[in-house]
Nanobody
Framework: VQLQASGGGLVQAGGSLRLSCAAS????????MGWFRQAPGKEREFVAA??????YYTDSVKGRFTISRDNTKNMVYLQMNSLKPEDTAVYYC???????????????????WGQGTQVTVSS
């Protein structure tokens, strides 16, 4: 499985970005697809995930970010609205083939990772 993340950039606070993650190698419709982020000097953290049609978010992005997937295109998206400077990080998409709900927020549960895309939010 290969994942390719894109869509990052520089945006002012309050702005929006849409991240995309293209998957190849196999159909991922039954896999959990997740987005994580890592800010400088911090550990990689869970942002959002989708398992079948159920979505999960970390508290700090609820109501601002929306994860979605298009199984026909093997794509997953992260729509990010009302961006804040603290959202600045490298964002990674990842997939967990085991699809265990209790592990959705656990970084080590994900086997395949994209290369990351930088999101910078200026104040």
């Amino acid at each position: 499985v290969q994942l390719q993340a894109s869509g990052g950039g520089l945006v002012q606070a309050g702005g929006s970005l849409r991240l995309s993650c293209a998957a190849s190698g196999r159909t991922l419709s039954s896999y959990v697809m997740g987005w994580f982020r890592q800010a400088p000097g911090k550990e990689r953290e869970f942002v959002a995930a989708v398992r079948w049609s159920t979505t999960y978010y970390t508290d700090s992005v609820k109501g601002r970010f929306t994860i979605s997937r298009d199984n026909t295109k093997n794509m997953v998206y992260l729509q990010m609205n009302s961006l804040k400077p603290e959202d600045t990080a490298v964002y990674y998409c990842a997939t967990d083939p085991r699809s265990i709900t209790s592990m959705i927020r656990v970084t080590s549960s994900y086997d395949y990772w994209g290369q990351g895309t930088q999101v910078t939010v200026s104040s």
